[in-house]
Each structure stands twice: as structure tokens, then as C-alpha cells.
């Protein structure tokens, strides 16, 4: 447990344990097996630090790293070793294929005008150069449309020039396993991956990795469920905790009854209440809806937010702890052993990917180390 008087210039600290990461996803490549567990690492890794998150990964056994954008995978190329495989879910603008290919890093190709350009991009480099072809099997998001697929499938030219590592798709529910768009998803999937016989393929995502076997296929890709939120956004259903967010109590007061709390006076006091401002607010990633809503935490006791969550403030009931708890400079529990992140996010409307990714950079970060595979739980 951190030292609750600890001094910082800041008003809120963010500890990520590496060990609880590592731990998470030998639970899910156990799980997948004999799938390969890759990690998506996108969003500077949901928000926790692409750099210290992927190498942590890569010594727990991952060689395989999805991210969003070139410029993404740029950033934690030198994080790790070379022969570490980062692949860019949404492919690449026109213009940056060089760039791309020059540092050994595999495009999505996910239209037939990216198809074309990274076919052209080997062509000149006079050599094959590797990529993932995404087909849309009914999210209709990202992905070649059927037909689409099918011509790829029978262009040699483009067969010549690009190596195909994997064909996949994405699950637009698999947070809900009983949702019927699973089966129709897969059924169109393996459909269109026929074409492309021999080449591995991917479909499950977090949600599919606690899908049934069928749905693992070559290749997972874990997002969420690595970082210790739940796919299917219930706290009952994620794996080990990875994050703990705490918040310096900045001031207290108690105010009398009828008093109005926070912009527009949202919240009335119905009795003399003694409140603890906090100093982070929705600059810092907590969402204005969890004003009248969320809560804190503090020596194991639920401390409710009152009123509208500010900029850099939020305001908590503190009347039912004992006089002079909490003092000025304390720590309130956001995201921890009494309120995992889904638990936050289901206060605030929301699902545990947005709170992750919104995490702001005036924490401190603190990151618990990964001592190897087979380092156990950290005391």
C-alpha cells in the first residue's frame, strides 16, 4: 500500500502493476491455446504507456502488438526487439507507405485503395513486403466489402507483391455472448477467409477470447481484458486488476444544511455536511457525469460525489467518517479494491476503454515492475 502522506506536486497518482498485466494475459493465452495471444496496444496501451506496458508484454511471452496508427507503432518500435511484430489496425494514410515499410512495421490493409498502394509501395522496394487484410464480416466499420476481398483474393499481382500474415475481421459484440451477431460473424468470416487458404486468421477480440474455441482461431487480439477491464463491461467478469487511481484531498469543510454544491448548485445539502474537495476533475479523465452520481473511496467507506464534477475538482460527502478524517493532503480511492474501473465507468454512463484511454498526464505514474514469467504476486 502506497504511503497515504506521501508528498507530490500533484494532486493525483496513477499506479499500474506490470506483474497484474503479465499475469493477465498468460491467463488469456492459456485460455486461447493453442491460438497466439497478441496484444493491442493502441492508445498509448488504453492510456497506461505503450512503452512500459509492451515491454512488460514482450518479457511475459507477446510477439505479436496491434495499434491504431503508424505514428503509434513509430513510438514503440525501439521499445522492442526487432523481430517483435507491430501491426496498425487502421492502415495507413496515402503518402506514408515508405515510412512504414522502412521500419519493418505491417499495415492493416483494410480498403481496396490501401490494398493497392502497399502493392505498389513492394513493387518499387522490389520486394515483398508483409500485411493483414481486414474484411468486413457485418460491423461494417473497418474491412474490404465481400467482393472486394474476392478480387484481392484472385490478383496475382497483388498475391506476388504482399505477403499476407493474416486475414481477419472484428467482433461487433462479443461483449454479449448470447448475442446472435456473434454466429452471423463468424459464419460470414469464415466464409470470405476461405479465399485465402493457408494464410492464419483472426477474429476474436477481448469479448472473443471468452467466446467459445471456434471463434479463436489463429490469432487473438486482447485489448481490455489485459489492462483489467471487462469486455463485457461487468466487474464479475474481468480479469486481474492492472490499475489504482488515487486523489489528494485538497480541502474540507462542512457547510450547512440548504447549501448548494458545485456549478449550478446541482446538489442541496439536506443537512450540515462536511465536504472534501479533491483536485482532479474531467481534466484529468473522471466525466462530468459522474457529478450526483460516482463516488470516492476512503479507509473502506463510499464517499459520494456532490454536484457537477469540475475541471480540476471534485467534491465528496465525507459526514459519515470520523471528525478529522479526511485531512487536507489524504488520499481518496478513483479506481482501486473498492471500486474497480468498471464500476467507475458504470457510474459515469460509460464503459471501462473510455475511462483507460481519458487518463490525463498530470498523474504521477508509478509502474509496478514485471520480474519475469513466472514472477508471482507482488506483496
Known sequence: MPD????????????IDLSALARNYAAIAARVAPAAAAAVVKADAYGLGSGPVASALWDAGCRRFFVAHL?????????????????VLNGLPPGVEPLCARHGIVPVLNSP?????????????????????????????????????????????????????????????????????????????DRLAAAFPGVPRSLANSGGAFLAAPYHKDVVRAGIALYGGSPSGDPADALEPVVRL??????????????????????????????????????????????????????????????????????LDVSDLPAGQPEEGDWVEIIGPHQPVD???????????????????????????FAGVNSGRPA
Open 246 to 315: 488515487d486523489a489528494r484531498v485538497v480541502q474540507v469543510r462542512t457547510v450547512p444544511e440548504g447549501t448548494g454544491v458545485g456549478y449550478d448548485l446541482t446538489h442541496r445539502c439536506t443537512r450540515p455536511t462536511r465536504i472534501a474537495t479533491i483536485g482532479v476533475g474531467y481534466a484529468d479523465g473522471l466525466p462530468r457525469t459522474l457529478g450526483n452520481r460516482g463516488a470516492a473511496w476512503f479507509d473502506g467507506r463510499r464517499l459520494p460525489i456532490l454536484g457537477r464534477v469540475s475541471m480540476d475538482s471534485i467534491t
Open 343 to 369: 464500476v467507475l465507468a458504470r457510474d459515469a454512463g460509460t464503459i471501462s476503454y473510455e475511462i483507460l484511454t481519458s487518463l490525463g498526464h498530470r498523474y504521477d505514474r508509478h509502474y509496478r515492475p
Open 4 to 15: 497515504n502522506r506521501a508528498p507530490t506536486a500533484r494532486c493525483g497518482r496513477l499506479w
Open 71 to 87: 505514428d503509434e507503432a513509430l513510438a514503440i518500435r525501439d521499445e522492442l526487439p526487432p523481430q517483435a511484430e507491430l501491426i
Open 113 to 189: 485503395g490501401q490494398a493497392e498502394r502497399w502493392a505498389e509501395t513492394a513493387r518499387a522496394l522490389d520486394r515483398r513486403l508483409p500485411a493483414v487484410l481486414q474484411l468486413d464480416s457485418g460491423m461494417s466499420r473497418l474491412g474490404l466489402a465481400p467482393e472486394d476481398g474476392v478480387r484481392l483474393a484472385h490478383d496475382d499481382r497483388f498475391r506476388q507483391a504482399v505477403d499476407l500474415r493474416l486475414v481477419m475481421s472484428h467482433l461487433a459484440s462479443s461483449g454479449t455472448p448470447d448475442s446472435e451477431a456473434n454466429a452471423m460473424q463468424i459464419a460470414a468470416f
